[in-house]
């Protein structure tokens, strides 16, 4: 018994049938490469999904090692931040007027993140002190 693409498309290669040997082929790698195409897209949304949420969980450490300390404008990424856990940096700058690009919400968050980390080694540097 013949299952397999390659052998179905062997077979009637054989039979005579060259040109539905090849629309076989064609029709299996189309759908494969759609279905593959599907299970990146879903990848991707997850793997957006769990790097949205350790950036809010590192701004939210942030923020509380900074306290009141923080500059406005990072601030308001910070908030959207923790406000939309799950969007995306394209989403959030979309979320605030006048717009912001991915890369300006990305280098605001890496800012604060920046910040609250020299924080917290002049801290431990003057503990050890």
């Not at 759609?34 to 590192?58: C, F």
């Not at 931040?81 to 959030?92: K, Q």
């Amino acid at each position: 018994m013949v299952r397999e693409t390659d052998g179905v498309s062997k077979l009637l290669t054989a039979m005579g049938a060259p040109a539905a040997a090849r629309d076989l082929v064609q029709d299996h790698r189309g759908k494969n490469s759609a279905t593959q195409g599907l299970r990146l897209h879903e990848v991707n949304k997850v793997r957006a999904a769990e790097a949205a949420a350790r950036s809010s969980d590192a701004v939210e450490h942030a923020l509380g090692v900074l306290g009141d300390d923080v500059p406005e404008h990072l601030v308001q990424v910070a908030t959207l931040r923790l406000a939309h856990r799950t969007a995306s940096l394209h989403e959030l700058g979309q979320l605030v007027s006048p717009a912001m690009t991915k890369d300006t919400v990305a280098g605001r968050i890496k800012t604060l993140l920046t910040a609250a980390r020299r924080v917290e080694q002049e801290r431990d540097a003057a503990g050890a002190a």
